[in-house]
């Protein structure tokens, strides 16, 4: 595969010329960098994928965090791609790590009642609470 | 009583445990000492938390027991626990502002069971924040002695990391404060800080040690594991940590707990040592490649055979786990949101902006950047390309284990790539700091244990771990692997310079 | 993921609204009646002080893990084989990620791809005709706490007890054409799960709870779009609610407008339903598989045992009944409608030997009673089936007159103590009660003969008419040979004499 020396840097749809990531000092590539094996993006994010995600997550960004936040992740989901390509048919996920050898079956306990009113140890480090109650700002439906 | 030949922290966690067993040493003795080596070396920020008067009191009780010959396998032995363990005792904080001063109504089962033993706790170490790090720089809980959050600093030099997240923990032991700690591995946690720090750390198999009472990072991966100046210290902590948990943990193996001490002396003639290729790559350091070789070298004087093998998909590790944890971890945090503890925000409009203020001052960018990966990896129209497609990686990467494993008995290569960098080298570059997992995350992915083994120093004296792999449930023959190289090395005993002896 | 199964939905009399059709699907949480919770040992009994009943599991505290209760999957499995569903050998737990403060962890475990039951029919009478209702699926999960309002300004205070408790989530295809018969199929499902004892049906304490999936069509058109009203736990409601929304929306497409989907709550005060304030991303619950818990194996072992421990279920016993009891298809069905009554009428029956008079009374003066006083079946106001049997073998015999035995049994019930009674104790307020008011059949024949006697001797026109062909003269001399033995003359006997007499 012949290894894109040249070329400014193009993000959708374009190809890093892995020689710039090489220039970065503080970082040292898996092997396959120097293989010349090329990074073909196939999408990045935009800002408003990182709205959407930090939505979805209950985070606030500014505008600043919000760039940041967008520039990193794109970054590391370049590293990501190449798993992408991997051909995976056929296999199936690994549900627990110890399912490679074993046959890994949830445990059932019998249906009995064990735990007691802990109540003002469980609600130690409570932020808001009264009459036993958890109180937050009120949920409209 | 009479003063040991050698001073307490210079002990080894079997010989101290002999000492108070024999009535030499009283546990309230051997307390205090440590306290005031704690207290001495606080400008390392290990301890997030202590308390003299519960830990003497823990220490006196340990004393009344010991005077009535008591069985405890750790009767009076201090240790400490990374402060992702919940404690009673104390805070428990994961290394984040969303949970300062957070009080557990219950202990850890890990814990409990150290306990049980008789251990006296001298308090919580630091970690990177929910165990979301590799150099401890993401702590956002200021160590004891400190004002404000600092990275924790490597005794062998304080201008660098000591590595992470359970990099407390490392330091803790290297510089003699505790003659062994707990921490937890997820994707190379226990192992990389006790390379870069010079002690001996052991991650067991998945599902050995219990999850309950760990503050969850990455369920499919975290694993609570020992970090000790010897093997053989591993070896009796480990054994204890471990056992079945059935009623409070479904990942709990149901598997009768161990002696890990029983094989440390078995000899190693005709082991055989699988080496993969791709580890050595052009990435890894040439002082940390020699030192590697040279241990190799030393295990074939003991008897072994190098035998090469291969791991092809070594390097999908790093998409593959920064797809997996970060997704398990987005899910395990939405857990704190305000509602029934931790950080609130003192300011918000309604609960949606109670929520978004809660969680944006309580995590740290890199929770929150991992909280982006994760929601984004799982979220509708990615999942299948991102998530499910890691894990049916995880299971190629796991069978291409069991293939290795065919031809050998163990894995051996370097932890990481390099030697602790300087403090602030990599914390503006997240990726590098993933990158640099590359050698520990495929037994994490694959749930077998790992062992970081004390293997010499670079040339500026910074210390380099060689890692040992071994099958499922092969713990007791990685520490009989590490325990025999211990004996024949010295690397394990040296002291940093930058602690006072 | 629906199963498909080969047999199409029985076709459904197209109750057409305006000339739409109206198509409905429900989705039931039934709260399964086991003791403890499903993934923690806290106990689910209900009404507890706010938090007492929430332990550090279903608080999500850091650091707790779940741990899976047996009960919840046997009464899963319960439920599959009353449906006649596909119990899955191995189905899995996923992670629904959302926030609300009655979700403690952020998360709900629930099962997504592969639940534990699949497929399945309920079956019920709609307007006496058989109809049969499809599920897609019912899968296990975890209740949510309760969200309180009314007590604090601003702020609404959350109880976490409820959370934890375990669910099955009952999935029906949209087979349902009418409110009628959703409001069926929901009664159906609901003696269903009491019937087989996963539930305790009790709608007012929130164990058994339906959405309707609402949207209407003009026939042959492809599916509307539906919106969900959420949380009836009322048959009445359901009912409303429904008929409401499928005039609301046809209102909407007849101005014009597009139906967007929404959830929407009934409101019982106004009668409406109302969109709940839309919750952006709110499809977006990143499903997968739970990592701290392994996938749920169901060995078809456990399922026999399970099938071989089941209480005969309310379908095959009423066919039963009609055949051992030779009663009506309608009257065997009303009879198994509940277990106890099931139960009740047998025992009846038993005690009586007359299936037929046992049922009259059961779904008659007996039911009557019970929706009078609003108490249940066994409660202890109620005379025990062996003492009602008692009492229906005495008409049985010809002691007493139907009519008598009503009044009985208005004495029988008539109690202010609070105690239960034994069978004794019944015989004697029944004696009493026929003595006290002489209800005894008359059956000595020669006081009767002597009435009448007297009657037809003080009635020669009503004798004459009936000699010369008039019926109705009959029926009068009867009349007043009924009336001078106040009633407890034994009509049959009357007849029978009275016809000798007079031939």
């Given amino acids: 595969m012949p290894c894109p020396a040249a070329g400014a840097l193009e993000r959708k749809g374009g190809i890093i010329p892995y020689r710039l990531l090489r220039n970065r000092p503080s970082v040292r590539l898996p092997a396959c960098f120097d293989a010349g094996f090329p990074l073909k993006i196939a999408m990045s994010l935009t800002s408003s994928d990182i709205s959407r995600i930090a939505n979805l997550a209950r985070l606030e960004l500014d505008s600043e965090a919000s760039e940041r936040m967008l520039s990193q992740l794109n970054s590391f989901f370049d590293v990501v791609q190449q798993m992408r390509a991997i051909n995976t048919t056929g296999i199936e996920p690994l549900e627990h790590p110890f399912a490679t050898i074993r046959d890994m079956a949830l445990r059932l306990r019998e249906d009995t009642v064990s735990e007691s009113n802990n109540r003002e140890a469980n609600q130690r480090s409570a932020p808001a609470v009264e009459s036993g109650l958890f109180l937050v700002p009120k949920v409209i439906e | 009583m009479t003063r040991p030949d050698t001073d307490l922290h210079d002990l080894s966690l079997v010989a101290l445990a002999e000492q108070l067993r024999q009535r030499k040493v009283s546990a309230l003795e051997t307390a205090q000492h440590f306290l005031a080596r704690a207290k001495a070396h606080d400008a390392l920020g290990a301890f997030v938390a202590r308390d003299d008067a519960v830990t003497l009191a823990q220490a006196r009780a340990a004393d009344e027991r010991l005077a009535k010959g008591s069985t405890g396998a750790l009767e009076g032995v201090p240790l400490a ?26 202990d850890a089962t890990v814990v409990t069971r150290l306990a049980v033993q008789g251990a006296v706790t001298l308090g919580k170490l630091n970690c990177d924040e929910f165990a979301m790090g590799s150099a401890n720089e993401n702590s956002a809980v200021a160590s004891v002695g400190h004002n404000r959050p600092e990275p924790v600093r490597n005794p062998w030099n304080l201008e660098h990391i000591p590595g992470g997240s359970s990099g407390a923990s490392a330091v803790a032991v290297a510089a003699r404060l505790l003659p062994a700690s ?3 591995d997820t994707g190379g946690s226990i192992r990389q800080p006790a390379s870069f720090c010079g002690v001996t750390g052991i991650k067991p198999t998945y599902g050995r040690a219990s999850r309950y009472g760990m503050i969850a990072f990455a369920s499919s991966l975290d694993q609570a594991g020992p970090m000790a100046r010897s093997a053989e210290d591993c070896a009796v902590l480990l054994s204890h940590m471990c056992g079945p948990d059935l009623d409070r943990d479904s990942t709990s193996l149901d598997l009768p707990p161990e002696d890990f001490t029983r094989a440390l002396g078995d000899s190693l003639k005709g082991l055989r040592i699988g080496v993969p290729t791709e580890f050595f790559g052009a990435g890894v350091s040439d002082d940390v490649r020699a030192a590697v070789d040279a241990a190799l070298a030393q295990y074939e004087k003991l008897g072994a055979l190098r035998v090469p093998v291969s791991l092809p998909r070594t390097e999908l590790s790093i998409p593959v786990y920064y797809i997996i944890a970060p997704a398990e971890a987005s899910s395990n945090l939405s857990r704190f949101d305000g509602v029934k503890f931790g950080h609130r925000a003192a300011h918000y409009t309604d609960l949606a902006d109670m929520y978004r203020k809660t969680r944006s001052e309580g995590f740290g960018d890199e929770v929150k950047r991992r909280i ?6 799982l979220s509708h129209g990615y999942y299948d390309a991102y998530y499910l497609q890691a894990q049916k990686i995880r299971r190629m990467l796991s069978d291409d284990f069991q293939r290795a494993f065919k031809d050998c008995d163990v894995i051996a290569g370097p932890v990481a790539p390099s030697v602790a960098w300087r403090i602030g080298e990599k914390s503006e570059d997240p990726l590098a700091n993933y990158l640099a997992d590359i050698f520990t995350l495929p037994a994490s992915l694959a749930g077998l244990p790992g062992m970081s083994v004390p293997a010499g120093f670079d040339a500026a004296g910074l210390p380099i771990g060689l890692q040992l792999i071994g099958n499922y449930l092969q713990e007791s023959r990685l520490l009989n692997m590490a325990h025999q190289f211990q004996l024949a090395t010295d690397f394990h005993t040296r002291k940093p310079q930058g602690i006072r002896t | 993921m629906s199963v498909q199964i080969e047999k199409a939905a029985t076709p459904a009399k197209s109750l057409l609204v305006r000339g739409y059709e109206v198509v409905i699907g429900f989705e039931t949480h039934a709260q399964l009646s086991t003791q403890s919770k499903i993934f923690s040992r806290a106990s689910t009994a209900f009404g507890a002080e706010p938090n007492t009943q929430a ?11 779940p741990v899976m209760n047996k009960g919840a999957v046997e009464r899963a499995i319960r439920l599959g084989l009353a449906v006649n569903a596909h119990i899955a050998e191995k189905s899995i737990f996923a992670r629904k990620n959302y926030f609300y403060p009655d979700l403690p962890k952020g998360y709900q475990i629930s099962q997504f791809e592969i639940p534990v039951v699949q497929g399945g029919d309920v079956e019920f009478l709609l307007d006496g005709e058989p109809r049969s209702v499809r599920l897609v699926r019912a899968h296990l999960e975890e209740d949510a706490g309760k969200s309180l309002h009314e007590d604090f300004i601003g702020q609404s205070g959350i109880d976490l007890n409820r959370a934890g408790t375990p669910l099955l989530e009952i999935v029906t295809e949209p087979d349902m054409r009418s409110s009628a018969e959703a409001v069926a199929y929901a009664r159906a499902l609901h003696g269903l799960v009491t019937w087989i004892g996963i539930c305790d049906g009790n709608m007012q304490e929130g164990s058994y709870r339906c959405d309707a999936n609402v949207s209407v069509r ?26 409401y929304e499928v005039r609301w929306q046809i209102e909407q497409i007849e101005e014009g407008h597009v139906i967007e989907q929404a959830t929407v709550l009934f409101d019982p005060a106004t009668g409406e339903t109302r969109a709940m304030r839309t919750k952006e991303d709110a499809a977006d619950y990143r499903y997968f598989p739970d990592p701290d818990l392994p996938p749920l194996m169901i060995a078809q072992s456990w399922i026999d045992e399970v099938r071989a421990a089941m209480p005969e279920l309310p379908q095959a016993m009423a066919k039963r009944f009609e055949a051992e009891y030779e009663l009506s298809a309608y009257d065997a069905i009303q009879l198994t409608q509940s277990k106890a009554m099931a139960t009740y009428f047998e025992t009846v029956t038993k005690t009586c030997g007359r299936p037929k008079i046992a049922a009259n009374w059961v779904l008659g003066e007996l039911s009557a009673f019970l929706n009078k006083a609003r108490i249940p079946i066994d409660d202890v106001l109620v005379p025990i089936p062996t003492a009602l049997g008692a009492l229906l073998q005495k008409v049985e015999e010809g002691e007493l007159l139907n009519n008598a035995a009503k009044i009985v049994f208005k004495d029988l019930v008539d109690r202010k103590d609070g105690e239960i009674w034994e069978l004794a104790a019944f015989i004697e307020r029944m004696d009493k009660s026929i003595k006290d008011r002489d209800l005894g059949q008359m059956n000595d024949s020669s006081g009767l ?20 062909g008039k019926d109705k003269a009959f029926n009068a001399l009867v009349g007043q040979i009924m009336k001078a033995s106040r009633g407890k003359a034994n009509p049959a006997q009357v007849n029978e004499l009275l016809r000798k007499k007079l031939s």
């Fill in chain 3, 449 to 468: 003969e002597a009435i009448l006697d007297e009657v037809v001797a003080a009635n020669a026109k009503s004798v004459e008419e009936f000699r010369q």
């Fill in chain 2, 81 to 106: 626990h990374k402060d992702i363990f919940v404690t009673r005792d104390f805070a428990s904080t994961a290394g984040s502002r969303m949970l300062l001063g957070y009080r557990s109504p219950f």
């Fill in chain 2, 182 to 184: 707990t921490g937890t």
């Fill in chain 3, 218 to 243: 003009k026939p042959g058109a492809p599916l509307g779009t539906r919106r969900e009203i959420k949380n009836l736990n009322s048959f009445k409601f359901m009912q409303q609610a429904i008929d």
């Fill in chain 2, 372 to 377: 982006m990966i994760g929601t984004y990896v």
């Fill in chain 3, 55 to 65: 332990c550090a599991v279903d608080l999500a505290l850091p650091g707790t893990l």
